[in-house]
């Protein structure tokens, strides 16, 4: 099958500074305005395509983003994942019906508190090996949305509603249109990506790299691996977090079935599915299986089973995901000067 | 699934969404079809709760369509799982198909919540068949459905104190053990039964969840409580698994629930143990309502009726009077609602107040289990 | 707050060995595979509630028993018993065996990603509960009484019925032929050298592919007997009931140490005593808030559980 | 004579009833070259476990310098000053061969999560720095020019050139290294000695287990002879070579006998 990491990578290599700049310039340009896409072929029967966009699609991405640095840079099983975002939605919801904070006040908070929480769990856990990991991360996750359920003060069943709408930055966001969602999430996931791609080729990045391939070798060679850890586990919360807060306020109501551990299946199968470790791997992958499930909406009736087989038989046929993991030879830090 | 309704739709959706462009259909122009739109559960746990509102809107549709109208209605399937999740990916869908001008619907509370702000903001009139949560109606709640939001069951309000008084008729001292599975619509119903028993009867509650599989726990709580008196406020499927752990682990006391359990499920499953339960329900079965329909039901549509048949027909039969009276927008339809005043199939009164409750939907109908068959006894008020 | 559980100690005590039992079954299915391929079996849940269904697919259909008819005693009942939990059985072993076939056989040669077949084997449980509920509809399905829930004795006030007792005694039964059959049949010994160590394992000419088939496969014949033992007990059965319980079962693989098949008897024990035990205490709906923070508090200070792997990864 | 860097006092670690050292004492001093040899199993490459952390001895200790060593965190002792290779290859085989190497230098970094993201003047400073340094160790082991390659992907006799390299990225004072020969040829086994030499020579300390005795002869200065987890010999590689017992334990003479 062809690799098109490699041939996107060949690409990327050949080209000067100018078309670079003008590849991911028509890129953005092209995903900015999938907005108006929603009359093609691409239309969501049943759901609003802008709406889609938006939820479930990119904020799988940018979950599946948080995810992957734990998943597939850190190479810890993380079957929880949703805790994060629900940490996140619930700060938005909680402090945005209760204090006049907007959204992008709380949004620190938010991330704060799903970093908190992130800690919270690492500590304990992440001296455990990788599938008691997988197990005690998916009771994490069911604990927190448990927990909700059972607390009338956070609304249990029924969650909370009337979470305020993010304020306007110069323009107003819409219920029945929202490319101005879509637009700002997407802002976020630049973000994500910029942030992970410095990480990615600096010290934290090998420092993930060599505990996702050999733990022990890696602890040998000086790396600290219980601090870095901790640290991709709540660097992921962050991300997941942010996610959270940004969903709770444009959705108006979060209640705790929005965060089951389907969720963090999901996104897990994101990451694998797009292709474990590799950050545009994940997006498309995020994005597939975002949208997928609404696309085909009208098979009604079949549409799990559709979904299930896509899994099956996709991950024997690529069982590295659609764009793996770096194959090519080629170092992602700059040649050394003192060479 | 009717594939030409999804295709038909298909293309209606994609016309509608078009930069976001929408001309709605001027009033002159010669209409042929109507889309209603019914929301609930198609898949997940929940289904068969959607499948039965589904096959009741399908079948009072049929029973007009045939009848050769001057205009015909269209059916779209909205699957919001039951989960509010879900409600808030396809409800902008919904808002957004100007096509659609009201929906039956959404079948639960949760999903309805999500649901509301798209709604509202769309003016897309609906009627909920069994949305029975208080604060959808509630002024002073930010789930307040105005003005979009109606329905026909009466709200846990109502119900609670009747389950409340219903339960405990067999007993002169009554002790209430109260269970919910801690859905939305359990938990708010065991509130308002628990507020509205006497001091001292009400000896404990558990919640357990709808996988819950095994409720010896729950039981020994109740045992060594002395209940006499079980209130189960979810849904039939695991009323019955309830009641036969609670029979085969040699509880005698009463055995009530409310709507939730109402249906023939709740008899299938709990056989001969459910001789002898107490219901209430907002509603009646279709079949007990009227058997007539009830007959025709299972003619055209091959099955018995299920849950929520009869405010569902009605519902359909509101946006059908609508049609009849020549509505083709959104807006004409919400006069048109506010405006009704009728009857459901079983004969009840049916208009709405202006918070989207029914006028007529107080009664509350006393249900008890004899002979394999749920039996109305009387209104309780 | 302890009212309950005092009062009711032995009555929740017996529905608690009882749900372990059904949670043992189930748990073999995780372990073993577990013990052989490093990897969790996503789909066992789902192996699960088709021997659930065959049992309530072969009491209804085969004997035509139903709910209100008095259930069938002495030849017919041990009849009836035998032949359910025989297709109980025989569906999950043969569902195992194609799950692996599918799922992980492929995969195995082809990735070292061990994430890959996770999410492979998530897929095909998928497409196994969705094809039961398109089959036979999303409500909850009752089954009929197969076995009477009559009271046997009575033990400080606790009952003990006839179809709890099943549970136990079957199911102590089975675990016994199979931990005896691990260990001292010749494909039980293949199923251990390959668990200790695959490389060596295939040098000293064990058959890896036979080896992982008859794993799955024998753990599929525990889980279906789990299905029986559960449609016997609670009566009931729906498309996606093996999530909850597969879950629980898992929980206990891991106490006990996954991959380890006597822990995961005591795993599960302990967990249906605990599960029940919680719920009395503090309310049904803490119940998995409860069993998670028991199962953290364990691997913190035993992290391969409490009686360890089998085997111990190598390290350095 | 030099200062001792290593110390090992009384060191004995138990595996459940199986003692796998027995009071071993071991010093090693600044700038030799130490082979530490022994049939298999005699406690070889345990020894190197307990220098780098992996075990915590049953009793006794491990200085470095004044420093007790033994229960301090691997990445820890790896800080201080001891780097080791691995007996089979465990390099990063996902990364490039420079990536392996500046791996093993960030244990020198300090910028930590937060400057990385925000790409602070450290950081770049010390990101330019590593790149370097680990160009230079490359071409000092002499496998530059396969800097871009993917480790898995690299020839054996690379892989464990890379070995080497990678430990010395964390600038050690003390390299460790786990039968870096085995598997070579007599030539490539030529050229080991001669880097091995060279690393020596460049200001390091090196503890070597290796089983080839004419590369040991070649470039050690004294070797340690381990036995059923005791020492059995210390001395000079041509003393140690005539010891009856050294040549009893090799051989597989009972010890009464010899």
Known sequence: MINLRDKGAEFWERSNRPVRVLTVFAIMAVVAALPYAGNTFLQTPVAAFDAVLVYPMGMFILMALGLNVVVGKS?????????????????????????????????????????????????????????????????????????????????????????????????????????YFFWTILVMILLVIWVIRRLTVRRPGRAWESIRQDEDAAELMGVSTYKYKIWAFVFGAAIGGGAGVFYASRSMVIAPDNFTLNTSILILACVVFGG??????????????????????????????????????????????????????KAIVKKGSGA | ???????????????????????????????????????????????????????????????????????KINLVIIDDQGAGSVALTVAPGAAANKKILAIVGPAFSGATISSLPYYKAARLPMISPSATNVTLTDKKSVNYGYPVFHRVPSTDAFQGPSLAKWAVQNQKSPKVYIVDDKTPYATGLAAYTKKALAAGVWVGSDSTPDDTKDF????????????????????????????????????KGDFASGDGTLGSGFLEGAGKNAEGVLLVAPTVPLSVGNPAMEADYVKVMGAASGEYTTETISIVNIYIAAVKSGVTTRSGMLNFINGYKGETVAGTKLSFDRNGDNNGAAAITGFIVKGGKIVPIEVVK | MFDALIDQFWSLTFSGIALGFIYVLIAMGYTMVYGVLRMINFANSEIFMVGAFATVMVSKYVFELSNDAIPPSNVKLFLVILCCIVASMLASALLAFLVELVAYRHLRNRTTNRIAPLISAIGIGIVISEIVRILTGARTQFSPNIVPKKTLATFQGAEIRLDSTLTIVAGLILFIILDRFIKYSRLGKGIRAVSMDEDSAKLMGVNLNRVISLTFILGGLMTGAAGFFYVNVYENVKFNMGFSLGLAAFTAAVIGGIGNIRGAFFGGISLGLVEIYASAVIGTQWKPVTVFIILILILLFKPNGIFGEAVQRTRV | MAKTILNLKDLTIKFGGVTALNSVNLELKEGEILALIGPNGAGKTTVFNLITGVYKPTSGNVFLGDVAIDGKKRHHITKLGIARTFQNIRLFGDMTTLENVITGTDVRNKVGLIGSILGTPRSRREEKASTAKAYEILKFIGIDEY????????????????????????????LLLDEPAAGFNPQEKVELAAIIKKIRDAGYTILLIEHDMSLIMGISDRVVVLDFGQKIADDLPSVVQNDPQVIAAYLGVPEDAS
């Open chain 2, 216 to 251: 010896a726990a729950t039981i020994s709580k109740v045992k060594s409580t002395g209940t006499n008196v079980v209130i189960y406020t979810g849904y039939y499927s695991q009323a019955a698994v309830l009641i036969n752990q609670l029979r085969a682990d040699g509880y």
């Open chain 2, 1 to 71: 699934m009717n594939k030409k309704i999804i295709s038909g739709f298909a293309i209606a959706a994609s016309a509608a969404l078009t930069f976001g462009v929408v001309a709605s259909t001027p009033a002159s122009a010669k209409v042929k079809e109507i889309t209603i739109a019914y929301q609930g559960p198609i898949t997940g746990d929940s289904a068969q709760t959607g499948a039965d509102e589904v096959n009741a809107a399908k079948y009072a549709l049929k029973k007009y369509n045939d009848s050769n109208p001057a205009v």
């Open chain 1, 75 to 179: 190479g810890m099983l993380d079957l929880g994942y949703v805790a994060f975002f629900a940490v996140g939605a619930y700060t938005m919801a909680i402090l945005g019906t209760r204090t006049g904070l907007n959204t992008w006040e709380i949004m620190p908070i938010g991330i704060a508190a799903a970093m908190f929480a992130g800690v919270l769990l690492a500590i304990p856990t992440l001296r455990l090996r990788g599938d008691y990991l997988a197990i005690v991360t998916l009771g994490f996750g069911e604990i927190v949305r448990v927990s909700a359920l059972n607390s009338e003060a956070i609304g249990g069943a029924l969650g909370i509603a009337g979470v305020p709408f993010p304020p306007g930055l110069g323009f107003e966001y819409q219920l029945l249109d929202q490319k």
């Open chain 1, 276 to 329: 474990m470790g590799n950050i545009w791997g994940v997006i498309v992958g995020a994005a597939i299986l975002g949208y997928l499930p609404d696309r085909f909406r009208f098979l009604s009736d079949a549409r799990l089973l559709l979904f299930g087989l896509v899994l099956v038989v996709f991950m024997n046929l690529r069982p590295e995901g659609i764009l793996p993991r770096k194959k090519r030879e």
């Open chain 4, 147 to 174: 800097a871009d390659r993917l480790a898995k992907n690299l020839p054996y006799g690379v892989q464990r050139r890379l070995e080497i390299a990678r430990a010395l990225g964390t600038e050690p004072k003390i």
